[in-house]
């Protein structure tokens, strides 16, 4: 297995653009998080979805963000418009019921300039 | 409290032990879990305990943990410069399927 796949790798974009982050989760994983790492805040979960459903997006910044799973083995989360305090590494991690831990992808570093 | 403690920095010399401390918040939770990340890198299972357990060991790694007082422990044996990274100590209460992390604790080991 190749792993959780996250694209792009690095994104840098102008404030007020949309951004779209993409994840592929392990196939057979019915749990998928979304995190976000910043040196000041550390990793906070944005969002979560078991078989596909959002659980909790309590943890979602605001309405410029909102994240979709549309099947088993795709997500994206998109933040439009952008700002500069929205730079951060976007991880996406995906689990299987019963299964330890979470498998994280390597995540997107997003610059807003 | 409600946050996963860690301490933020240990530097140690190489071919030493370092032991990172962490102090979870749920008593319910099932698994304690260890990550490491290094740099430009997701984060990465090493071990994890079952809270029905005091130790485990796993080649170099010993967790200890002491459900009492919510202690959470990893020792690497013979620290190496491969072992530089982020270390971050995780769990899951029961009935949840959220991961609570700790901040995280940036090891260094100088040569």
């Known amino acids: 297995d190749a792993g959780v796949i996250q694209s792009p790798r690095h994104e840098v974009t102008e404030m007020g653009q949309e951004v779209t982050l993409r994840c592929k989760p392990i196939?057979?994983?019915?749990?998928l998080f979304w995190y976000r790492q910043t040196m000041m805040r550390g990793l906070e979960l944005l969002i979560y979805?078991?078989?596909?459903?959002?659980?909790?997006d309590s943890g979602m910044p605001e309405d410029r963000f909102s994240a979709k799973m549309p099947n088993a083995s795709f997500s994206t989360l998109k933040i439009q418009p952008s700002e500069p305090r929205d730079s951060a590494v976007y991880f996406c991690?995906?689990?299987?019921?019963?299964?330890?831990?979470?498998?994280f992808g390597s995540g997107t570093r997003l610059t807003v300039v | 409290g409600e946050d996963v403690e860690q301490s933020l920095f240990l530097s140690v010399r190489e071919g030493d032990s370092s032991v990172i401390n962490c102090t979870y918040t749920?008593?319910?939770?099932?698994?304690l879990y260890w990550y490491k990340q290094e740099p430009g890198a997701g984060l990465q299972l090493l071990t994890y305990?079952?809270?029905?357990?005091d130790m485990k060991q796993d080649q170099r790694l010993t967790v200890l943990l002491n459900k009492k007082d919510k202690h959470l422990s990893l020792r690497i044996a013979d620290t190496q410069t491969g072992d530089s990274a982020i270390y971050f100590c995780?769990?899951?209460?029961?009935?949840?399927?959220?991961?609570?992390f700790g901040a995280g604790t940036r090891l260094t080991v100088k040569p």
């Open positions: 991690a995906s689990r299987t019921q019963g299964g330890h831990g979470y498998t």
């Open positions: 196939s057979g994983h019915n749990s």
């Open positions: 979805f078991n078989n596909n459903v959002p659980i909790d």
């Open positions: 749920d008593s319910s939770s099932t698994y």
């Open positions: 305990i079952f809270s029905n357990m």
């Open positions: 995780a769990e899951i209460p029961y009935n949840n399927n959220d991961m609570r």
